[in-house]
């Protein structure tokens, strides 16, 4: 079952970038004016995301930053398999910050030579404590944030926001629990 669950992230980059070639009727993604790659380093916990098919049965997900380079960003991404108490999960990834979009719009990538969009289209910009990440097709987005409790006004403010950028929040999986907000 791991095997398989290690290239599942595989078919989901290939699913967002096929995805990624056909935003259907939206208007463009409006991201963030600008991102200190330095403060957003670290680990996040997922709060919240869209359903996708690389996370089926994952639980618990968490998202971990490490400067390799100028342009380039290590990425792991971690969670329970099957449960809430279920093994650790694990994949190692990058993720390429894309040039003039003053570190807004990343390309992720699991499996050469195979990249997704990762936008940033809000931010705490003074602690960065949480962000919201989504793509132009508007097929996936998280909501992730440092502190795994995270929640109230601005958790409300942020599902408001992703809704009026055209993401479907009604399918939202809320802390591994699907509720409609």
Do not use: H
């Not at 398989?4 to 939206?26: A, D, E, H, Q, R």
């Amino acid at each position: 079952m791991n095997t398989i669950k290690k290239f599942l992230p595989v078919f989901g980059i290939i699913i967002m970038l096929i995805s990624g070639c056909s935003s259907g009727n939206y208007p463009p993604l409006d991201v963030v004016d600008s991102v200190d790659v330095q403060k957003y380093l670290g680990k996040w916990y997922e709060i919240a995301r869209l359903p996708n098919s690389f996370q089926d049965d994952c639980y618990r997900s968490t998202a971990e930053y490490e400067l390799i380079d100028s342009s380039t960003l290590r990425v792991i991404n971690s969670c329970n398999e099957d449960s809430i108490d279920g093994e650790i999960d694990q994949v190692t990834g990058k993720a390429f910050i894309v040039e003039n979009t003053n570190n807004a719009k990343l390309k992720v990538q699991f499996f050469w030579p195979f990249k997704g969009d990762y936008w940033i289209i809000a931010l705490d910009q003074q602690d960065y404590s949480y962000a919201l990440v989504g793509t132009p097709s508007r097929k996936y987005l998280w909501l992730l944030a440092r502190d795994k409790d995270f929640g109230g006004e601005v958790f409300d403010n942020l599902i408001k926001i992703a809704a009026a950028k055209g993401f479907d929040t009604s399918k939202l999986i809320i802390r591994d629990e699907p509720v409609n907000p």
